[in-house]
Structures are given as structure tokens and as C-alpha cells.
């Protein structure tokens, strides 16, 4: 992670997007999308697989969401992470959170090259949001 944000910098962008958001509620990508929402976030989710999510319309990729996010969490495998990755370069995304499973050194190199300030190597972002109820 770059030194010029924070984990909790992370919780004061707006908007969110999960990108591996799933239909299945015991998984990450949904849990993570569910407990954001509930939070009080303004949460997209993202997976080309889905029509809808939770109620919400899914998107298939961070470029199709109606406005463009400042953070993303990445709950995806790796080889996965490295496409978005490319994709998220080029767009107007200051942070993107890559949870425990989905990170690649590559990947962190082609966010940060292009200015992004990423969060990997550390707990899930469930971790630091549950902190912050407290």
C-alpha cells in the first residue's frame, strides 16, 4: 500500500464498488457488498455473470456502472485481478482494496504505476469495517 491513504481513507470514498459480488450470501464478494450497503455506502456490485444481485442491478464491469467509483474491493482470484487491474488503470479510481486471495504483485505494479493507491497484503476489508462500528 502507498503511504498517502489509509485503510480508513478507504470508508470516506463514495462511491463503492465490490467487484465479485455473488448471488451465494455466505460468499466474501456478497458478504462484503451486504454489510457495505448496510453500512450506509453507496455500493455497486459488479460480476458479468449476474443480472441482479441482492435486488440491485449487477454490472457487468466497473467501466458499465452508472457513475464511476472512487474506491473498489476486489474479491476475485488473482489471474482475475490482473485484467480488472488494466481496466481500473485507466479509470477515475483513487483506491482499490484487493482482499486476501486475490492479490498479484503485477497487478499492485499496474495500479500504482498509474497513480491508484492500493490495500493488499493485509486483513479483509470486513475487518476494518467492523472496527469502525465500534
Not at 464478494?29 to 456490485?45: M, S, T
Not at 441482479?52 to 464511476?68: I, N, R
Amino acid at each position: 500500500m502507498t503511504d498517502t491513504m489509509s485503510e480508513e481513507d478507504f470508508f470516506a470514498l463514495r462511491p463503492l464498488a465490490v467487484v465479485g459480488v455473488s448471488e451465494d450470501v455466505a460468499k466474501y464478494g456478497r458478504i462484503i457488498y451486504d454489510r457495505l450497503k448496510a453500512a450506509g455506502f453507496e455500493v455497486y456490485p459488479v460480476n458479468p455473470k449476474l443480472d441482479t444481485v441482492a435486488g440491485d442491478k449487477c454490472y457487468p464491469s466497473v467501466s458499465d456502472l452508472p457513475v464511476q467509483p472512487e474506491g473498489v474491493v476486489l474479491v476475485v482470484p488473482p489471474l482475475t485481478t490482473r485484467r480488472i487491474a488494466g481496466e481500473l488503470a485507466g479509470l477515475p479510481v483513487r483506491m482499490v482494496w484487493m482482499q486476501p486471495g486475490a492479490e498479484l504483485p503485477v497487478a499492485v505494479e499496474t495500479l500504482e504505476a498509474a497513480g491508484k493507491t492500493v490495500i493488499h497484503g493485509g486483513p479483509c476489508v470486513l475487518v476494518y469495517l467492523a472496527r469502525r462500528k465500534r
